[in-house]
DNA sequence: CGTCAGTTTGACACGAATCAAAGTGAGTGG
DNA sequence: CCACTCACTTTGATTCGTGTCAAACTGACG
């Protein structure tokens, strides 16, 4: 249950003069392509999403996943050019700021420029994370660590708590995110499904069991506090 | 050559409030334990340290490294809990904030709470490459871009241009940093060394090439525009 | 019916971990 | 001054995890 803290009306007023619009994204569309001076900061108000960079010969790495209440493109707007990719995983809205007045918003915003501070923060939390999982753990530790990360995630920005939580990812998206080749991914990922932890169904991600992947990943799961949304 | 933006007279009258002292630490001495409960957001005045994670069985993650005008305990500051640990490289000279001024900080100084947003988002950028690096590079490639990595940021805030400059690492940093092993490090860090890329004398390493390491990673550096120092 | 993205499996190769051991130099205490 | 320890570096032998290669299978789609 995500806890989104209470704008005031200035506030809220501020972020709907921007948006512009909505971003309808088709399923594995490149929403924002790598250095293209883009000149706009994003929420995602729904679907997933993740940001990747890639060698010049081609390998990809994944870097985290976006789901909603995420913010995209900070980095761009903060310091330039975009560093990374974005890609949907599903049908995606999103919300537009205009960069150029990212120094309006800090001014007269300053509740709004927390929340961004906050979230750049849990960003970097989610990151030291992800560093931590493909630095030091084998590739079963990994696979277990992200999906039991993905299912949390998933969890806190459910709407309805009944609802069946399924990750939207194929295993190449897994294999990319882990470091690892899609072949020893696939066989990794079929060791979880054997011990019952996971269920592998149409190129989506179903968890069993939270808890026993947390457990064989050494993972304590997120410890979060206050969530804003903007 | 870094680029210290002008402060203004109030800003500087702020930040002076909360400098409480000077907290010198020994080569190698923990600064901040993780899971500590600290109210305090510091800003590394000179120095090295470094941040990293551990497993409960020992593997370590170097997380990133830090150096003058760096932030360091942001996540603390804003979220709760320290995520991770610190240690000093060298003796360091650290600026220290109170996180309950934080709220004000934003409020009254919003140049200071772009300038946080502007080095979160610079963080996030720097662990986005290392995740690159090590999910998709070679040992060899990691090593190079590593070391090529910190011989830039080294330059970036050297005070005199003309100085020789120094990593003052140990080759066990460089495996939790790149996720090897130490002996893998090692015959990986003599192989650049015979290529006359580096050199390692006295648990430092001195970059004779960088240019040449990073063609061998394939990284481009950094692309920085503007750079706070608060 | 063919194509294509994604999943699955087996055989083999290779890069990196592990094991073992020795060398170096700084620091310490006798 | 020497002997000792300790952190760090170095090297070789061997093991093991993961990558690569190859091929087949599945289901969606045109």
Redesign the pocket.
């Known amino acids: 249950m995500p806890q989104f803290r209470a704008f005031t009306p200035e506030e809220l007023k501020f972020i709907a003069s921007f948006k512009i619009g909505e971003l309808n994204a088709e399923t ?1 569309t490149v929403v924002l392509q790598e250095g293209a001076h883009n000149a706009h900061l994003y929420t995602l108000l729904s679907g997933w999403a993740f940001r990747y960079k890639t060698l010049e010969d081609g390998r990809r790495q994944i870097l985290n996943y976006m789901l909603p209440g995420d913010l995209l493109g900070l980095q761009g707007s903060v310091i330039g050019d975009m560093e990374h990719s974005v890609e949907a995983l599903s049908p995606v809205v999103l919300c537009v700021f205009r960069r150029d007045k990212l120094d309006e918003l800090f001014r007269n915003h300053p509740g709004l420029g927390f929340d961004i501070a906050w979230l750049a923060s849990r960003e970097e939390r989610m990151l030291d994370e992800h560093l931590l999982s493909i630095g030091r753990r ?3 530790e990994r696979a277990a660590y992200l999906l039991a990360f993905l299912h949390k995630r998933a969890e806190a920005v459910q709407a309805s708590k009944g609802e069946l939580i399924v990750l939207p990812i ?3 998206h897994v294999a990319d995110t882990l ?12 060791k979880l ?1 054997d011990r019952g932890l996971i269920r ?1 169904l ?2 989506t991600c179903r968890v069993l069991d939270v808890a026993g992947l947390m457990e064989l990943a050494g993972w304590e799961g997120p410890s979060e506090r206050r969530r804003p949304l903007i």
């Open positions: 594995g084998s590739a079963l194929s295993q190449l470091g690892l080749s899609i072949v020893h991914t696939n066989k990794t990922l079929r499904a592998w149409d190129r």
